[in-house]
């Protein structure tokens, strides 16, 4: 394979002056001959090479392979090669719905990221082949995925400050064997490979010797099918940041703007939208209900990853699943007349009390106060001179969302003094020659 070297195929920015290479080291066929070619032209090139091995822990023989590994890349470096090896054991087990595989791969992902920043390397190589993203462009099609999903592995891919990168994607899994065979490389065989329970085994075992002996092209066209729906995601893509431009502003996803655009740009704009809010793709069912539901919903929620998507006055919001608060807590006497942050656990937060010129509370009406729930019918005053109004009325007027509603509130004796979200009633506020303090509730609810 010496027309497709790991390090010839790619040329890749630095984020700093690196000389060291991460390689992805299951110890299989396709892992072990890309270490040892990486490794072998390190040496030419004066790198250095670490090999990263994750534990699963779901084999019997886990343990001999991880033993494998790593003598492999000490007998390796004691013949000269410049390379060290790591390795990562996954904790815990799948979520309740999780697939074993689905798991698998997350943990994997996140411990090759650790090792990899963690040594120093912003250069992660992985083995995947031509075959190998034949085989993912069919194993998407037949869930039914979108672009996203026919797009298959990227061969360069970005993440918190590493590069992903696969410089084998157009190699034919027929060079990676002629490789392994020509340097007589050992290598484990992995015994789960002919379990059917799994989707891609299937794929392999049953449907590809009967699709190749059909359509012997199969691996390169749908390798190249790949590639074009890489080309239409990253249209797609440059397409949403445009029309996302005019679409959100602070208090979220404006619908009515949303709906605006034809069916296939909102459709797009509102998956990448949903994807930088939550930190990936959202189902296309949640993409296809709001699409539905949300036009003529006055307000609405939806669950959503960790957390849920709420409609409020045409826009849409996403908020992180909250720690949870009391309903009701117990009143609470309070005295908030020193400078400085007063803690408050059980509504998940604090005051902050600083001393100010002007636009404050004066100070002695800060030193004896109660802290309540909300209980309905309580008044509040915007304005010197205006009315006190039902709290219900003055959120709905300043059109504060039901979820920003919550947090404690503070009263001097029956009156209202604060409201978070909504500041000092103005009764409170206090005369320009008065020592006064701000008063400011700071959550704690991530």
């Given at each position: 394979?010496?027309?497709?070297?790991?390090?010839?195929?790619?040329?890749?920015?630095?984020?700093?002056?690196?000389?060291?290479?991460?390689?992805?080291?299951?110890?299989?066929?396709?892992?072990?001959?890309?270490?040892?070619?990486?490794?072998?032209?390190?040496?030419?090139l004066?790198?250095s090479?670490?090999?990263?091995?994750?534990?699963?822990?779901?084999s019997?023989?886990?343990?001999?392979?991880?033993?494998?590994?790593e003598?492999?890349?000490?007998?390796?470096?004691?013949?000269g090669?410049?390379?060290?090896?790591?390795?990562?054991?996954?904790q815990?087990?799948?979520?309740?719905?999780?697939?074993?595989?689905?798991?698998?791969?997350?943990?994997?992902?996140?411990?090759?990221?650790?090792?990899?920043?963690?040594?120093?390397?912003d250069?992660?190589?992985?083995?995947?082949?031509q075959?190998?993203?034949?085989?993912?462009?069919?194993?998407?099609?037949?869930?039914?995925?979108?672009?996203?999903?026919?797009?298959?592995?990227?061969?360069?891919?970005?993440?918190?400050?590493l590069?992903?990168?696969?410089?084998?994607?157009?190699?034919?899994?027929?060079?990676?064997?002629?490789?392994?065979?020509?340097?007589?490389?050992?290598?484990?065989?992995?015994?789960?490979?002919?379990?059917?329970?799994?989707?891609?085994?299937?794929?392999?075992?049953?449907?590809?010797?009967?699709?190749?002996?059909?359509?012997?092209?199969?691996?390169?066209?749908?390798?190249?099918?790949?590639?074009?729906?890489?080309?239409?995601?990253?249209?797609?893509?440059?397409?949403?940041?445009?029309?996302?431009?005019?679409?959100?502003?602070?208090a979220?996803?404006?619908?009515?703007?949303?709906?605006?655009?034809s069916p296939?740009r909102a459709s797009?704009?509102?998956?990448?939208w949903?994807?930088?809010?939550?930190g990936?793709?959202?189902?296309?069912?949640?993409?296809?209900?709001?699409?539905?539901?949300?036009?003529?919903?006055?307000?609405?929620?939806?669950?959503?990853?960790d957390?849920?998507?709420?409609?409020?006055?045409?826009?849409?919001?996403?908020?992180?699943?909250?720690?949870?608060?009391?309903?009701?807590?117990?009143?609470?006497?309070?005295?908030?007349?020193?400078a400085?942050?007063?803690?408050l656990p059980?509504?998940?937060?604090?005051?902050?009390?600083?001393?100010?010129?002007?636009?404050?509370?004066a100070?002695?009406?800060l030193q004896?106060?109660?802290?309540?729930?909300r209980?309905?019918?309580?008044?509040?005053?915007?304005?010197?001179?205006?009315?006190?109004?039902?709290?219900?009325?003055?959120?709905?007027?300043?059109?504060?969302?039901?979820?920003?509603?919550?947090?404690?509130?503070?009263?001097?004796?029956?009156?209202?003094?604060?409201?978070p979200?909504l500041g000092?009633?103005?009764?409170?506020?206090?005369?320009?020659?008065?020592?006064?303090?701000?008063?400011?509730?700071?959550?704690?609810?991530?």
């Open positions: 394979m010496s027309d497709c070297s790991p390090m010839a195929a790619l040329a890749i920015p630095k984020t700093a002056d690196c000389r060291l290479i991460a390689v992805a080291y299951s110890g299989g066929r396709d892992s072990t001959a890309l270490l040892h070619a990486c490794a072998r032209q390190a040496l030419s004066d790198l090479v670490i090999a990263l091995h994750v534990h699963h822990g779901l019997a023989h886990a343990d001999d392979w991880l033993r494998h590994c003598l492999q890349c000490q007998a390796w470096a004691a013949a090669l410049p390379l060290r090896f790591q390795a990562s054991r996954l815990g087990q799948p979520a309740t719905g999780q697939s074993i595989e689905a798991w698998a791969r997350d943990g994997r992902h996140a411990a090759l990221g650790d090792m990899a920043r963690q040594a120093g390397a250069l992660l190589l992985l083995a995947h082949h075959r190998d993203q034949a085989e993912t462009l069919l194993l998407q099609g037949l869930r039914g995925a979108g672009v996203a999903g026919l797009a298959g592995m990227p061969a360069l891919q970005w993440r918190d400050g590069c992903w990168a696969r410089p084998w994607l157009d190699q034919p899994r027929e060079a990676i064997e002629a490789y392994v065979r020509a340097h007589a490389l050992a290598h484990i065989e992995d015994d789960s490979n002919g379990d059917v329970r799994f989707a891609r085994n299937r794929l392999r075992l049953a449907v590809w010797p009967a699709l190749v002996q059909a359509f012997p092209q199969a691996e390169a066209s749908l390798a190249q099918a790949a590639t074009w729906a890489q080309q239409s995601l990253a249209l797609q893509q440059e397409v949403a940041a445009d029309d996302l431009l005019g679409l959100v502003d602070d979220g996803l404006v619908i009515e703007a949303l709906l605006a655009l296939a797009n704009a509102l998956r990448a949903l994807t930088t809010q939550l990936r793709p959202a189902p296309a069912t949640l993409v296809q209900r709001l699409l539905r539901e949300a036009p003529t919903a006055h307000a609405g929620a939806w669950p959503c990853a957390g849920e998507l709420r409609l409020y006055r045409g826009r849409l919001q996403w908020l992180a699943a909250q720690a949870a608060v009391a309903s009701h807590p117990p009143a609470l006497a309070l005295d908030l007349s020193q400085g942050f007063h803690p059980q509504w998940h937060g604090g005051w902050q009390v600083e001393r100010v010129e002007a636009g404050g509370v100070i002695a009406a004896s106060l109660s802290v309540r729930a209980q309905g019918g309580e008044q509040f005053q915007l304005k010197p001179a205006g009315t006190r109004r039902s709290l219900k009325k003055v959120y709905q007027a300043l059109g504060i969302p039901a979820w920003q509603r919550g947090g404690p509130l503070l009263f001097a004796g029956d009156a209202l003094l604060y409201v979200g000092l009633d103005a009764r409170f506020w206090a005369a320009a020659e008065e020592p006064q303090m701000s008063l400011v509730w700071r959550s704690a609810v991530v």
